[in-house]
């Protein structure tokens, strides 16, 4: 599949692969030479310098990058970030710093993984009821563990 893209800026790169196995192309950071660096709490927007045109059909999923999560704290607030098919402006990854400790985005820096993904558009049709199932009305760790971390177990 060819996905154009559009360089908005000369310092824009475009969306790489990190291996032959990798399933998110790499975005990164068009930042001014000092960088942008991202306080304790803070929540940013750093531009890609690019814009993409994804098939009909087809979304694109912002993703974040392991390594800036588990070394660093980044990470997307919004947990992933959608393109739309027919969404033609520039690429923008927010980030949010989990840590304590201030991070600096380097000009070029990946920043993001993109994942280009068909869309199953479905009809909703209501019902009066829905059919019964082993689970039933069972959620939030009704298949796993049975507490979450600090409930007060019951005597």
């Not at 989990?98 to 993984?113: D, F, M, V």
Request: proline share 8%.
């Amino acid at each position: 599949m060819k996905i154009p893209f559009v360089k908005l800026h000369p310092d824009a790169k475009m969306p790489v692969y990190g291996s032959e196995g990798a399933a998110g192309a790499d975005l990164s950071a068009l930042c001014p030479p000092e960088g942008v660096t991202i306080q304790p709490g803070q929540r940013v927007m750093i531009p890609t310098g690019i814009a993409v045109q994804l098939p009909v059909g087809y979304v694109g999923l912002l993703c974040a990058r392991s390594s800036l999560g588990v070394k660093f704290g980044l990470s997307l607030p919004n947990g992933v970030g959608v393109i739309d098919w027919d969404y033609r402006g520039q690429l923008q990854v927010a980030l949010v710093n989990l840590s304590q400790t201030p991070y600096t985005i380097a000009p070029g820096e990946r920043i993001a993984q993109l994942l280009v993904m068909p869309v199953c558009r479905a009809e909703f049709v209501q019902a009066d009821s829905l059919e019964d199932t082993a689970r039933g009305q069972k959620g939030f760790g009704s298949t796993g563990r049975t507490s979450l971390p600090g409930d007060q177990e019951e005597s």
